[in-house]
């Protein structure tokens, strides 16, 4: 079950309470460590799914584990970057909008995955995680950032932006879960009587 590419996805949910311990350490030094840690782990998401089909070791658990290790790094991230004022009040939105798009389509999984049916993960829903990625680097380091990158600002547009492709994503995911959900409730509806004598 372990094999390279899940190590992988791992170290991407082992990273997460180092990052969260740094946020009380603030500094100009400690917000660039946080963005070497985050890099290497926005690194190996691509990476783990790269060498698990490459070397065939595509497995039930990576595929399981690969999405989960992304929404818990962004969420934790989000809710740090809120919790330590890092950002803008007017940024919370976009935040809000991500964390219950990312409740929203787990629950729909997890809920489908009971009726056997696998919803695979779309190209737009990729380019949202490498926008968020990218997004949160910026917030980071924030106004630690070199005089001539307008990180702040960066960061936060970035993340509006995210927030619109998370919803455009969502609702692509929610309108998919619920056609096989009604699906689903009309094979099990039994036909209709319409009690007329034979």
Known sequence: MLN??????????FVIPVVIALFYWDSPTTRWVMLGLFTVAGITDFFDGYLARRSNQV????????????????????????GFE??????????????????????LREFLAQTHVSVPVSTLAKWKTTLQM????????????????PAQAIGEVGLWLAALLTMITGYDY???????????????????????AE
């Open 4 to 13: 390279l590419p899940n190590i992988l996805t791992l170290s991407r949910i």
């Open 59 to 82: 497995s039930a658990f990576g595929r399981f584990l690969d999405p989960i290790a992304d929404k818990l790094l962004v969420a934790a991230l989000l809710l740090m970057l809120v």
């Open 86 to 107: 890092r950002m803008s009040t007017w940024s919370y939105l976009p935040a809000v909008v991500i964390l219950t798009r990312e409740l929203l389509v787990s629950g």
């Open 134 to 149: 990218f997004t949160l680097g910026f917030l980071i380091v924030g106004s630690d950032a070199p005089s001539w990158i």
């Open 174 to 196: 929610l309108k998919e879960g619920l056609g096989h959900m009604l699906k689903d409730d009309a094979a099990a509806t039994p036909p209709h009587d319409s009690g007329a």
